[in-house]
T-cell receptor
Framework: AQSVTQLDSHVSVSEGTPVLLRCNYS??????LFWYVQHPNKGLQLLLKYTSAATLVKGINGFEAEFKKSETSFHLTKPSAHMSDAAEYFC???????????FGKGTRLSVIA | DSGVTQTPKHLITATGQRVTLRCSPRSGDLSVYWYQQSLDQGLQFLIQYYNGEERAKGNILERFSAQQFPDLHSELNLSSLELGDSALYFCASSVEAGGYIEQFFGPGTRLTVL
């Protein structure tokens, strides 16, 4: 069965500095991987997804993630944090076929002015 | 706005009661998913329907049930409610049922059981 581990429950960065949110996954197959963002009192929004095409995936709002099979990682990065990036971020894995999404426990990103 | 609507936004009820949460998927989406988000359990998949048929089941309690109607909207029924059922319940929809398909999430229904 697939699983996801988000290595940090809370990350705090200064505005304008890089963001790194770490995610490791476990899957028996070639998984699909996603990052979703949840702003306070809002639903979840897809940031980006990896589905076995290019290993470097670009998403919305300047975020990107790199799929590293050898390290079973899918870390999320952004070169320069903005105040509006403060939110909860979820790394998600899904095996091929009709399997449900499996969510990590989330990483809360705080951005300090 | 994802195009997925959920009603009601908030629900406050007492232990032992029964409630129904409603979800309307995006136009054209055949698959509907229900998730529960709580502080201690995180985000958990409950159940999936595809074009009216149950497709996958997750950590859904026997006290909970769901269905998808011919117009593709879905309802999640929660009965014999307990304090621990207090959570944010999300509905999501997708065009197809594959695991690689992006799911679009509604804003959620916040259930408080007193």
């Amino acid at each position: 069965a697939q699983s996801v581990t988000q290595l940090d429950s809370h990350v705090s960065v200064s505005e304008g500095t890089p963001v790194l949110l770490r995610c490791n996954y476990s899957s028996s197959y070639s998984p699909s991987l996603f990052w979703y963002v949840q702003h306070p009192n809002k639903g979840l929004q897809l940031l980006l997804k990896y589905t076995s095409a290019a290993t470097l995936v670009k998403g919305i709002n300047g975020f990107e993630a790199e799929f590293k099979k050898s390290e079973t990682s899918f870390h999320l990065t952004k070169p320069s944090a903005h105040m509006s990036d403060a939110a909860e971020y979820f790394c998600v894995v899904s095996d091929p076929g009709n399997t449900p999404l499996v969510f990590g426990k989330g990483t809360r990103l705080s951005v300090i002015a | 706005d994802s195009g997925v609507t959920q009603t009601p936004k908030h629900l406050i009820t007492a232990t032992g009661q029964r409630v129904t949460l409603r979800c309307s998927p995006r136009s054209g989406d055949l698959s509907v998913y229900w998730y529960q988000q709580s502080l201690d359990q995180g985000l958990q998949f409950l159940i999936q329907y595809y074009n009216g048929e149950e497709r996958a089941k997750g950590n859904i309690l026997e006290r909970f049930s769901a269905q998808q109607f011919p117009d593709l909207h879905s309802e999640l029924n929660l009965s014999s409610l307990e304090l621990g059922d207090s959570a944010l319940y999300f509905c999501a929809s997708s065009v197809e049922a594959g695991g690689y398909i992006e799911q679009f999430f509604g804003p959620g229904t916040r259930l408080t059981v007193l």
